[in-house]
């Protein structure tokens, strides 16, 4: 019995009493042919022919990948990660198996995390000879035929099936882009994800490697992104993907923080969250029928139901519902609180821990439709005489950057137009966001603590909420005058 790895991924490949192998992955109970895994973890032909993926490790090589998965459980609790000891735990595990990719990752994490830790624009990193030695790195990785996957490809297999696949299977065109533009008889294409993604690995004229945007053509970095800006905002780490950490682990150290139930499933259970509450603290579930219609459970509160049914109409809103239902604390959906001249507000119940860190205990969402409905009438009074409001909005919709004066332009046209559950949805998505987000929890609570500096707070705590409502929105209203 050898292991497979590939990507972030370890498979069991097994012979049967025929000699014939099989890849078994343990976690599914699942036996995916090679094909398969390669499809699925975005493998190019270039990273199985220069051995970095789809290949069997030997019993040197299975322990030296443990370091990678000790220094992961180090940056895990300390909370850093460009420490000398992680990058150790790299070089040493390629030192054994220099094809090793978790380890080729890893080193790149901490370099990429020094040059970015150092607070200094682009211009002055690139003088660095740690970029030089950054650079050279990410070009190693690059031409070995590492391409790090889509974030929506990530997020379908993160998240798994969504609840209303079918309804995509039934529309989705399967043709590979290779033929779309050849003249061939009509004929049906099927694919291993069924058609949700693309399945033809195409090098793009700029990859992401982490928080890195790197030029495939001139073989060097090009920027640095911000980190935790829509992306990898999973509990998961993208170095070793498929192990998530238990967000309680810091109460269990006798335990591993990989571990579920103790790994004890049969005798223990875990009722502490991971679900939006319902009327009677348990979870709320739903169901996508034709038609665009929810079928709720019965503890759904009337809330959740305006509220989420009203998020569940966009893709954003629905990734950010999903999100509430994965969280690792209850989240509850609430309209109108009193004395509060908001769209939104979320308030969230927990406490700082030993280590600094803010701990969630639950969230409570509160989206305002009377608040809605007086602004709009202080808006009205401002567009009096104005005729066709409806156009004129619109073309300011589309002639405005996406920002707070655009938002404005289109939440009074939702609600001129009678589409005031609309606007609820999209504040929605921005509310939940504010309930999910650990990083930006965290923000909001160092501020209220008088940790942070207040001038910060809009870039802290408001701008990835403030994205997500601007994708919702975009969604939601018209993109051209008629």
């Not at 207040?454 to 209203?477: F, G, M, S, W």
Request: net charge neutral; hydrophobic share 35%.
């Amino acid at each position: 019995m050898q292991d497979f790895v590939l990507h972030q991924d370890i498979y069991i490949r097994h012979a049967d009493e025929n000699g014939i192998f099989y890849n078994i992955e343990l976690a599914s109970k699942a036996f995916p042919g090679t094909g398969t895994i390669q499809t699925l973890t975005y493998t190019p032909v270039e990273a199985i022919k220069t051995n970095i993926a789809l290949r069997e490790m030997d019993l040197k090589q299975s322990i030296a990948l443990c370091l990678v998965y000790l220094a992961k459980g180090y940056e895990y609790k300390y909370k850093i990660k460009d420490n000398n000891f992680i990058l150790d735990c790299a070089e040493t595990t390629l030192e054994y198996d220099e094809h090793n990719l978790n380890a080729m990752l890893l080193k790149a994490e901490v370099l990429e995390n020094r040059l970015t830790n150092q607070k200094k624009n682009f211009a002055q990193l690139q003088k660095e000879y740690s970029f030089l030695n950054y650079q050279e790195w990410i070009t190693h990785i690059y031409r070995l035929g590492y391409r790090e996957m889509p974030l929506e490809m990530k997020n379908l297999l993160i998240k798994g099936w969504s609840r209303d696949t079918f309804s995509k299977l039934e529309v989705r065109d399967y043709t590979p882009q290779r033929l779309n533009s050849v003249n061939i008889t009509p004929t049906r294409y099927a694919s291993l994800s069924w058609g949700l993604f693309d399945e033809e690995i195409k090098t793009k004229p700029i990859e992401r490697f982490g928080n890195t945007l790197f030029n495939t053509k001139k073989k060097k970095i090009v920027g640095f992104l911000n980190s935790d800006i829509l992306y990898n905002q999973y509990n998961f780490d993208p170095i070793v993907f498929a192990w998530s950490i238990d967000p309680m682990a810091d109460k269990y150290p006798g335990i591993s923080p990989y571990t579920a139930f103790a790994d004890n499933p049969i005798i223990f259970k875990d009722n502490a969250g991971n679900f939006v509450e319902g009327m009677n603290g348990r979870p709320v579930t739903y169901k996508m029928l034709t038609g665009g219609k929810i079928l709720w459970s019965s503890n759904a509160s009337a809330a959740t139901r305006r509220i989420g049914g009203s998020m569940l109409k966009t893709v954003t809103g629905r990734e950010m519902f999903e999100k509430a239902q994965n969280t690792s604390y209850p989240v509850a959906y609430h309209l109108n609180k009193p004395n509060d001249a908001d769209f939104g507000k979320t308030d969230i119940t927990g406490h700082f821990g030993e280590d600094g860190k803010y701990v969630v205990q639950r969230a409570d969402v509160y989206v305002n439709p009377k608040a809605m409905e007086a602004w709009k009438r202080g808006y009205d009074e401002s567009t009096k005489g104005v005729k066709n409001i409806n156009s004129v909005l619109i073309d300011k919709m589309n002639s405005t950057p996406d920002g707070d004066t655009k938002q404005a332009y289109q939440y009074y046209y939702l609600l001129i137009t009678g589409q005031i559950d609309a606007a609820v949805g999209a504040t929605g998505s921005h509310e939940t966001e504010h309930a999910t987000n650990q990083s930006n929890i965290q923000a909001e609570k160092e501020h209220e603590a008088g940790k942070r500096d207040a001038k910060t707070y809009n870039k802290d705590v408001e701008e990835v909420p403030e994205h997500i409502e601007q994708k919702d929105l975009n969604e939601r209203t018209p993109t051209t005058s008629k």
